[in-house]
């Protein structure tokens, strides 16, 4: 008996052994060494759970944990729980190191660099593919990379969230004209004031999306616009009655990891963040375009009526939004404009 109490004792003190060197006999790698210490990150973002940020977030964890052997854990955090809900405050605990990687529209950086606001500028990107290009380029990564850096943080990447479309409760909307007048709720960004009030005519109106179903009930506006999966899930079918496909902004999801955390992760352990991160993003570019076609398809089952603009409508909506872009050129910059033009066009 006592015999096997010390074998047992020295298998436990083996054991532990390997565990804290990291290593096996022979130099080789212990299951579930990464070439750094063991880690775990907390992964926040937006949106709800089961939404699609949460669905990338959880093929990034579930790509890093089996690439690390489960030496790099990833916790993920919804509808921006860690800041309380707060977007600025987020992007805040991120340059800080007290959120490791926050997924997030890239304009909620534009309280800190309004260059951001580029990617909400209307009609950049007029079709899928220019924003993919977008997505995809070295060129535009780089870019916004180096406006990271000036806050601390590292740019792992972005992916298609999906058009911003319009609903309303009146009628099909087919010419800036159609807007005149329409009481429209939009984001609290001054771009989008000034393009729905200079650009259309109509009334725009800033609230917390929390209001949007009760306002849209009880009338007080008359549409809003946000990608279909957000008209979906918020059940908007209830009270809005039609959507106009303009895709005149086509939102996206960028991946900001804190600077600090990057620093405290071994070379190995960095490579396999940049490498499943693109991979992830790479998952949801996929995944949104496939999973608004059903969604379209379930609206219109459901009643709603979509109006899907044609190359010469959507052109009349971006020929009076022109202006914009002269306007904004002194706020984003001209050089910024052009570099994502050019890219999204090439």
Avoid at 95 to 119: E, K, L, Q, S
Avoid at 124 to 147: A, G, M, Q
Wanted: glycine share 6%; hydrophobic share 40%; with cysteine.
């Amino acid at each position: 008996m006592f015999k096997k109490l010390i074998a047992l004792v020295l298998a436990a003190s083996m054991t532990l052994s390997l565990a804290a060197c990291g290593s096996a006999p022979g130099g080789e790698k212990a299951p579930g060494a990464s070439g750094g210490k063991a880690v775990s990150l907390n992964f926040s973002h937006t949106q709800a759970p089961n939404s699609v940020s949460d669905m990338a977030a959880k093929k990034f964890k579930e790509l890093i944990e089996e690439k690390s052997g489960g030496s790099i854990k990833v916790n993920i955090v919804t509808n921006c729980g860690l800041s309380g809900g707060d977007l600025t405050k987020a992007l805040e605990m991120t340059t800080a190191g007290d959120i490791d990687i926050h997924a997030c529209a890239p304009t909620n950086a534009a309280n800190f660099d309004a260059r951001f606001y580029i990617f909400w500028m209307p009609f950049l990107f007029p079709t899928i593919d220019s924003l993919l290009k977008v997505c995809d380029s070295e060129e535009i990564y780089k870019e916004v990379d180096s406006w990271c850096a000036e806050m601390d943080m590292k740019m792992l990447g972005f992916h298609n969230a999906g058009a911003r479309q319009l609903s309303n409760s009146k009628k099909e909307i087919r010419t800036p004209e159609d807007l005149k007048g329409m009481n429209v709720r939009v984001p609290g960004a001054q771009l989008f004031i000034d393009c729905y009030r200079d650009s259309f005519g109509a009334n725009p109106t800033a609230m917390d999306f929390s209001e949007v179903y009760t306002a849209l009930q009880q009338k007080t506006i008359d549409g809003q616009e946000n990608p279909v999966s957000v008209f979906d899930s918020s059940k908007f079918n209830e009270v809005q009655q039609y959507i106009t496909q303009w895709d005149y902004v086509r939102d996206t999801t960028a991946w900001f990891m804190s600077n600090k955390t990057m620093q405290k992760l071994s070379a190995e352990q960095q490579t396999m963040v940049t490498e499943c991160s693109k991979e992830a993003l790479s998952w949801a570019n996929t995944y949104v375009t496939d999973n608004e076609t059903e969604i379209v398809k379930k609206l219109e089952g459901e009643g709603v009526i979509i109006t899907k603009l044609t190359a010469d409508e959507q052109k009349a909506f971006s020929d009076v939004c022109a202006p914009l872009y002269e306007k904004y050129a002194d706020i984003i910059g001209k050089d910024v404009i052009d570099l994502f033009q050019k890219v999204a066009n090439g």
